[in-house]
């Protein structure tokens, strides 16, 4: 059962564009979400994350919005750029589960 | 302060051998998770380490297996290999664990099995 649900699978945007990455939960016991950005050869490295009793969360170009009701959050990067190419991937976690449960990620491509 | 470090790299195994892979965390932290990346599956949580007890496990079969020794350094092995077990695994680590605590990833073991 994929709890975490990502999309889309690719993405192709114009430098200076938005970039939007959706994702969705099913089990309400998460209550922590991270974005991690991955390049190529790297392990996943964390962007930005949110707690469920904030609607939004701003850090830089990049910038979580979170619906509690709907059970779906999203990444938004403004003025995508060439060197934000990458895969990025959304994730839950529960209180003391030790583990995140990773969205299917989403290929991130930035044309110059 | 040095990232998590993962040894091997990569490695190349047959059908039914087994494997051994390390992961040292950052110095401090005593959480070790590890992951099997693959592009049909994604990132699969395996188990994760806490002062050398195993403290969550994924829906993984009994040939993976992990330990953690008193440096927190951890190793994860695999038995009777199979072609589908070919992925990249990648250790994270924290202090402890806990729910909003950063997660650190090494750049992964890319194991592939013949």
């Known amino acids: 059962q994929q709890q975490v649900k990502q999309s889309p699978q690719s993405l192709i945007v114009q430098k200076g564009g938005i970039s939007i990455i959706n994702c969705a939960y099913e089990?309400?016991?998460?209550?922590?979400f991270p974005w991690y950005q991955q390049f190529p050869g790297k392990g996943p490295a964390l962007l930005i994350a949110?707690?469920?009793?904030?609607s939004e969360k701003k850090e830089g170009r990049f910038t979580i919005s979170f619906n509690k009701s709907a059970k779906q959050f999203s990444l938004h990067i403004m003025d995508s750029q060439p060197g934000d190419s990458a895969t990025y991937f959304c994730?839950?976690?529960?209180?003391?589960?030790?583990?995140?449960?990773f969205g299917d990620g989403t290929t991130l491509t930035v044309k110059p | 302060k040095a990232g998590v470090t993962q040894t091997p790299r990569y490695l190349i195994k047959t059908r039914g051998q087994q494997v051994t892979l390390s992961c040292s965390p950052i110095?401090?932290?005593?959480?070790v998770s590890w992951y099997q990346q693959t592009p049909g599956q994604g990132l699969q949580f395996l188990f994760e380490?806490?002062?050398?007890?195993?403290?969550n496990k994924g829906n993984f079969p009994g040939r993976f297996s992990g330990r953690q020794f008193s440096n927190s350094r951890s190793e994860m092995n695999v038995s009777t290999l199979e072609l589908g077990d070919s992925a990249l695994y990648l250790c994270?680590?924290?202090?402890?664990?806990?729910?909003?605590?950063?997660?650190?990833f090494g750049p992964g073991t890319r194991l592939l099995v013949l």
């Open positions: 949110i707690r469920p009793d904030v």
């Open positions: 089990n309400t016991a998460f209550d922590y």
């Open positions: 994270a680590s924290s202090l402890a664990g806990g729910t909003v605590e950063t997660q650190y």
């Open positions: 110095s401090g932290h005593r959480s």
């Open positions: 380490y806490f002062s050398e007890t195993q403290r």
């Open positions: 994730a839950a976690r529960r209180s003391n589960a030790g583990k995140s449960t």
